[in-house]
């Protein structure tokens, strides 16, 4: 059974993540809106991504006997002043997910909640990745600096992330269930 404390910090890890996937997608129709299309696909496949780190806490509380109750989603950003703030926000955003995983970890170490601290594991090395491949993007935005030509070409580069399987965020996959 999960211990009430680390049920709640769980079950406030659940709107982090939701809130991640919400402002990914913010990011999704701004880029959208400005006609980087490779951008926006990058952030919708984000937006999904968030949606199963999400997912992976709700089952964790089930799973344990507790009970998840969802929170309110707070308002987000809708427009940015250039494409490299959307980035910069990326990042600090991995930076605080990261912060949250990090306080959870201690949480269940003084808890010795070791099938929590075994799940947690995955996230802690997860959040490397995200702050690792946001950072990248940031050095490269600021690598092609006011070159059209190199946003364009790293713009169609990152439109070629791929959606993980059947991804209710991958347009071809939605209109092929309908
Ligand atoms: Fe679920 Fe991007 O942290």
């Given at each position: 059974?999960?211990?009430?404390?680390?049920?709640?910090?769980?079950?406030?890890?659940?709107?982090?993540?939701?809130?991640?996937?919400?402002?990914?997608?913010?990011?999704?129709?701004?880029?959208?809106?400005?006609?980087?299309?490779?951008?926006?696909?990058?952030?919708?496949?984000?937006?999904?991504?968030?949606?199963?780190?999400?997912?992976?806490?709700?089952?964790?509380?089930?799973?344990?006997?507790?009970?998840?109750?969802?929170?309110?989603?707070?308002?987000?950003?809708?427009?940015?002043?250039?494409?490299?703030?959307?980035?910069?926000?990326?990042?600090?955003?991995?930076?605080?997910?990261?912060?949250?995983?990090?306080?959870?970890?201690?949480?269940?170490?003084e808890e010795n909640d070791y099938a929590a601290e075994?799940?947690?594991?995955?996230?802690?090395?997860?959040?490397?990745?995200?702050?690792?491949?946001?950072?990248?993007?940031?050095?490269?935005?600021?690598?092609?600096?006011?070159?059209?030509?190199?946003?364009?070409?790293?713009?169609?580069?990152?439109?070629?992330?791929?959606?993980?399987?059947?991804?209710?965020?991958?347009?071809?996959?939605?209109?092929?269930?309908?």
């Amino acid at each position: 059974m999960i211990k009430e404390n680390v049920r709640k910090a769980m079950n406030e890890q659940i709107k982090n993540e939701l809130e991640s996937s919400y402002i990914y997608l913010s990011m999704a129709a701004y880029f959208e809106s400005i006609s980087l299309n490779g951008m926006a696909h990058w952030m919708r496949t984000q937006a999904h991504e968030e949606t199963i780190h999400a997912m992976k806490f709700f089952d964790h509380i089930i799973e344990r006997g507790g009970k998840v109750e969802l929170l309110d989603l707070k308002q987000l950003k809708t427009s940015w002043t250039s494409v490299e703030e959307v980035w910069k926000d990326t990042l600090e955003h991995e930076q605080f997910i990261t912060s949250k995983i990090n306080g959870l970890m201690k949480l269940v170490r003084e808890e010795n909640d070791y099938a929590a601290e075994s799940m947690l594991t995955w996230f802690v090395k997860e959040q490397v990745e995200e702050e690792s491949s946001a950072g990248t993007v940031l050095d490269q935005i600021n690598l092609v600096q006011q070159s059209k030509q190199g946003l364009l070409m790293l713009d169609r580069e990152l439109g070629q992330r791929a959606f993980p399987a059947g991804s209710a965020y991958d347009p071809a996959a939605y209109n092929a269930a309908e």
